[in-house]
């Protein structure tokens, strides 16, 4: 898995809104933010706002990882997720939600 995450890693440096970042809980600073979100093995695997963590649970190949950072973190905006958006983008999708199956 680490090279994996390795690759992740240095494909996404210095991107505008993907961090892909790893914490060691056997630091004093990472026993606290593992503490905080109850990491209980490793390696865990978390995503989203980094206030409010989300589990991640998909495959852990490079492929999938990929896949998960390209659908939930490159493109945050979407229906089910308005408060990622900017005023003209909800504008945006409320207009192809008025849009009917015909």
Same mark, same amino acid.
């Given at each position: 898995?680490?090279?994996?995450?390795?690759?992740?890693?240095?494909?996404?440096?210095?991107?505008?809104?993907?961090?892909?970042?790893?914490?060691?809980?056997?630091?004093?600073?990472?026993? !606290? #933010?593992?503490? +905080?979100?109850?990491?209980?093995?490793?390696? @865990?695997?978390?995503?989203?706002?980094?206030?409010?963590?989300? /589990?991640?649970?998909?495959?852990?190949?490079?492929?999938?990882?990929?896949?998960?950072?390209?659908?939930?973190? !490159? #493109?945050?905006? +979407?229906?089910?997720?308005?408060?990622?958006? @900017?005023?003209?983008?909800?504008?945006?999708?409320?207009?192809? /939600?008025?849009?009917?199956?015909?």
């Amino acid at each position: 898995m680490k090279p994996q995450w390795d690759r992740l890693q240095t494909e996404y440096e210095g991107h505008d809104t993907v961090v892909v970042a790893e914490v060691d809980c056997t630091t004093d600073d990472g026993k !606290d #933010f593992c503490k +905080r979100r109850h990491v209980k093995g490793f390696p @865990t695997l978390m995503y989203g706002d980094p206030n409010h963590l989300e /589990l991640y649970r998909g495959d852990r190949d490079y492929g999938s990882l990929k896949a998960h950072i390209q659908l939930e973190l !490159d #493109f945050p905006c +979407r229906p089910s997720r308005l408060d990622m958006c @900017t005023a003209e983008q909800k504008t945006k999708i409320g207009e192809f /939600l008025k849009i009917n199956e015909d």
